[in-house]
């Protein structure tokens, strides 16, 4: 075989004349030229991030985020001595964060960047047990909850605390204040509304919960906390719903987590755990560490990490500010709006969330109306066939076998995007209605947060 040299017409070379390695550790090198070529034309059966409307993150930065992001590659985030700029930014971003989420006093306020919301709840969920067990808590202590995410479902599982998810009853789709009270308990060391549900996109009523949890303080006296998952609302509201009473204007509220790459607009890798007051955060979790010179305090769950995010972030909130977050926003919700309208024009569907800034995220939730000769894992994966993603899934098993549809709307979705989609919707829905189809779940490769039994190791190792 003719060896590889530089000056080969790259698809000549010998190194694209077979398939890339995929089993064991490959014996020997290539040109980094072939060796990209080889990841970058796997990478083409990747579908296109900004038509997936299942995910919730960041599918769009402008250019600038995207050279912070290449300037700050070797940015080690926990290095904090060798990169204190980059320290800095991330604690200017956590007292922006506790600012916005009206924090009593955001100069003091602890709080730290993380790698996305699932560190951050697990943070969040951390210190509310360390609490209760310094309050004197023994047994096994509890959460309680609406329909989550899975990550609450891996901090149950991962640190020992019993999950309590209040079943959906009637026509409800979410954690109702006058549900908890039955699952409330000396050893519930939280309760977790979620503040942007995964499942719908609808807001949980958090004030209603806490003035639930009040009154169950002053017939009990045992006083619950309460964090809050706004992985997606935690920056929404506070620019289209400001008066939406969620956050830290609530006593009860101890601690917020959001992604800072889902509606905050920051890159991928980026996440936030705010408390409402020092206090809040126990000591023993705080770590001070000198191995890399100097000392610092973390509070994570991993060590190294990359700073970028936490240093786009900061250039999202001084970019756009309080009137550009609001103005970008409210832009998305309109394009959600536009889209739920034509959905219901179909006369084929009952829409759960349609859009609106004070009931939920930018995103919409439908069901199918009454009997059709199709479901909606067959209407998902018509779409596919078009590069549009859109997630079909159960609702929790407590809703019989209800399935419905969402898409998640974000930056850089536009009002044109969603006329080309609703072409295509309206292709699918003719289709379907003459020919029935009946996909199973699986069959479509259903897609859903919700985790219901570990995963062997096994089938999580890559296929060889
Ligand atoms: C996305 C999401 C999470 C997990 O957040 P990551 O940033 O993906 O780790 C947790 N809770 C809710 C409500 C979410 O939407």
Same mark, same amino acid.
């Given at each position: 075989?003719?060896?590889?040299?530089?000056?080969?017409?790259?698809?000549?070379?010998?190194?694209?004349?077979? !398939?890339?390695?995929?089993?064991?550790?490959?014996?020997?090198?290539?040109?980094?030229? $072939?060796?990209?070529?080889?990841?970058?034309?796997?990478?083409?059966? *990747?579908?296109?991030?900004?038509?997936?409307?299942?995910?919730? %993150?960041?599918?769009w930065?402008?250019d600038?985020?995207?050279?912070?992001?290449?300037?700050?590659?070797?940015?080690?985030?926990?290095?904090?001595?060798?990169?204190?700029q980059?320290?800095?930014?991330?604690?200017r971003?956590?007292?922006?964060v506790?600012?916005?989420?009206?924090?009593? *006093?955001p100069?003091?306020?602890?709080?730290?960047?993380?790698?996305?919301?699932?560190?951050?709840?697990?943070?969040? #969920?951390l210190?509310?047990?360390?609490?209760?067990r310094?309050? #004197?808590?023994? !047994?096994?202590?509890?959460? $309680?909850c609406?329909?989550?995410?899975?990550?609450?479902?891996?901090?149950?599982?991962?640190?020992? $605390?019993?999950?309590?998810?209040?079943?959906? @009853? /009637?026509?409800?789709?979410?954690?109702r204040?006058?549900?908890?009270?039955?699952? %409330?308990?000396?050893?519930?060391?939280?309760?977790?509304?979620?503040?942007?549900?995964?499942?719908? #996109?609808?807001?949980e009523?958090?004030?209603?919960?806490?003035?639930?949890l009040?009154?169950?303080?002053?017939?009990?006296?045992?006083?619950i906390?309460?964090?809050?998952?706004a992985?997606?609302?935690?920056?929404l509201?506070p620019? %289209?719903?400001? *008066?939406?009473?969620?956050?830290?204007?609530?006593?009860? $509220?101890?601690?917020?987590?959001?992604?800072?790459?889902?509606?905050?607009?920051?890159?991928? #890798?980026?996440?936030?755990?705010?408390?409402?007051?020092?206090?809040?955060?126990?000591?023993?979790?705080?770590?001070?560490?000198?191995?890399?010179?100097?000392?610092m305090?973390?509070?994570n769950?991993?060590?190294?990490?990359?700073?970028?995010?936490?240093i786009?972030q900061?250039?999202?909130?001084?970019?756009?500010g309080?009137? /550009?977050?609001?103005?970008?926003?409210?832009?998305?919700?309109?394009?959600?709006?536009?889209?739920?309208e034509?959905l219901?024009?179909?006369?084929?569907?009952?829409?759960?969330?349609?859009?609106?800034?004070?009931? !939920?995220?930018?995103?919409?939730?439908?069901?199918?109306?009454?009997?059709?000769?199709?479901?909606?894992?067959?209407?998902?994966? @018509?779409?596919?066939?078009?590069?549009?993603?859109?997630?079909?899934?159960?609702?929790p098993?407590?809703?019989?076998?209800?399935?419905?549809?969402?898409?998640v709307?974000r930056?850089?979705?536009?009002? *044109?995007m969603?006329?080309?989609?609703l072409?295509?919707?309206?292709?699918?829905l003719?289709?379907?209605?003459?020919?029935a189809? /009946?996909?199973?779940s699986?069959?479509?490769?259903?897609?859903?947060?919700?985790?219901?039994?570990?995963?062997?190791?096994?089938?999580?190792?890559?296929?060889?």
């Amino acid at each position: 075989m003719p060896e590889d040299i530089e000056a080969d017409d790259l698809f000549a070379m010998a190194g694209l004349q077979h !398939g890339a390695p995929r089993a064991g550790f490959p014996d020997k090198e290539m040109f980094a030229q $072939v060796a990209y070529q080889l990841v970058h034309d796997e990478l083409l059966l *990747d579908g296109v991030s900004r038509m997936n409307l299942a995910t919730f %993150c960041t599918t769009w930065t402008d250019d600038y985020a995207r050279r912070l992001m290449a300037e700050s590659l070797d940015k080690n985030i926990v290095d904090k001595d060798e990169y204190p700029q980059t320290a800095e930014l991330e604690k200017r971003g956590v007292r922006m964060v506790a600012d916005l989420w009206n924090a009593p *006093d955001p100069a003091t306020v602890l709080g730290t960047s993380t790698i996305g919301s699932s560190e951050a709840a697990m943070l969040g #969920g951390l210190a509310a047990k360390f609490r209760w067990r310094a309050r #004197g808590g023994q !047994g096994t202590p509890n959460f $309680v909850c609406g329909p989550v995410q899975v990550c609450w479902e891996k901090f149950a599982r991962y640190f020992d $605390v019993e999950i309590r998810q209040v079943p959906l @009853r /009637g026509d409800h789709y979410m954690m109702r204040p006058e549900d908890i009270a039955a699952y %409330c308990d000396a050893n519930t060391i939280m309760v977790v509304p979620t503040f942007g549900q995964t499942f719908t #996109g609808l807001f949980e009523d958090v004030a209603g919960i806490s003035k639930a949890l009040d009154d169950i303080q002053a017939a009990t006296g045992v006083d619950i906390p309460i964090h809050v998952d706004a992985a997606s609302g935690g920056f929404l509201a506070p620019f %289209c719903a400001p *008066d939406l009473v969620w956050d830290f204007r609530l006593p009860r $509220v101890k601690s917020i987590n959001a992604s800072g790459h889902k509606t905050g607009l920051a890159p991928l #890798g980026a996440g936030w755990a705010i408390w409402r007051e020092p206090a809040d955060l126990p000591q023993e979790l705080i770590f001070n560490v000198d191995y890399l010179g100097g000392a610092m305090a973390t509070f994570n769950l991993n060590f190294s990490r990359p700073g970028g995010q936490a240093i786009t972030q900061y250039y999202d909130f001084i970019r756009l500010g309080r009137l /550009g977050y609001t103005r970008v926003q409210s832009e998305i919700y309109r394009v959600a709006q536009y889209l739920a309208e034509g959905l219901e024009a179909t006369g084929l569907f009952d829409m759960i969330h349609g859009g609106d800034p004070n009931r !939920g995220i930018t995103a919409v939730s439908w069901r199918l109306r009454g009997e059709q000769n199709f479901n909606l894992y067959d209407l998902s994966d @018509r779409l596919r066939s078009r590069g549009w993603l859109i997630a079909a899934y159960p609702l929790p098993a407590d809703r019989g076998e209800e399935t419905i549809m969402r898409a998640v709307i974000r930056h850089g979705f536009t009002h *044109d995007m969603v006329e080309l989609l609703l072409a295509d919707m309206d292709r699918c829905l003719t289709v379907l209605c003459k020919h029935a189809l /009946g996909l199973s779940s699986a069959e479509a490769g259903g897609f859903t947060h919700s985790a219901t039994a570990a995963v062997p190791i096994e089938q999580v190792a890559p296929v060889r």
